[in-house]
């Protein structure tokens, strides 16, 4: 069974992606038909469509799928060091706040900084 906390932590990568989206949303008929889409210190050598803003939305959200199932059953998990039975329950939650930090924080990378220059001007 999942804490209540863990279950609420793991709604913030997803708050953030919806107010990601909503804030394209809201840019998107403003944003040039073609957006660099590659490159580096000013220099664009890849340029394509503007629905390519869409793409990290996308693969963050099957990110948080497979994070989301590992978190809902920590019991399928094969460890790399022997835990004991009665240690079992502690170390779930500890993998499960890990997994927790690492969807925020793959969230944060790959939504508004994907494209920020872009979408905020």
């Given at each position: 069974?999942?804490?209540?906390?863990?279950?609420?932590?793991?709604?913030?990568?997803?708050?953030?992606?919806?107010?990601?989206?909503?804030?394209l949303?809201?840019?998107?008929?403003?944003?040039?038909?073609i957006?660099?889409?590659?490159?580096?210190?000013?220099?664009?050598?890849?340029?394509?469509?503007?629905?390519?803003?869409?793409?990290?939305i996308?693969?963050?959200?099957?990110?948080?799928?497979f994070?989301?199932l590992?978190i809902?059953?920590?019991?399928?998990?094969?460890?790399?060091?022997e835990?004991?039975?009665?240690?079992?329950e502690?170390?779930?939650?500890?993998?499960?706040?890990?997994?927790?930090?690492?969807s925020?924080?793959?969230?944060?990378?790959?939504?508004?900084?994907?494209?920020?220059?872009?979408?905020?001007?």
């Amino acid at each position: 069974m999942i804490p209540k906390h863990i279950k609420l932590l793991f709604c913030i990568p997803f708050i953030i992606i919806i107010g990601y989206t909503v804030y394209l949303l809201t840019k998107y008929s403003s944003i040039p038909d073609i957006i660099p889409i590659h490159g580096y210190g000013g220099r664009n050598d890849g340029f394509g469509s503007k629905l390519f803003l869409f793409a990290p939305i996308v693969l963050n959200l099957i990110i948080l799928v497979f994070i989301g199932l590992t978190i809902s059953k920590p019991d399928k998990i094969r460890f790399t060091f022997e835990v004991e039975e009665e240690d079992k329950e502690k170390t779930y939650y500890q993998y499960q706040l890990v997994l927790i930090i690492l969807s925020i924080f793959v969230t944060l990378i790959m939504s508004p900084l994907s494209f920020s220059d872009v979408v905020f001007k």
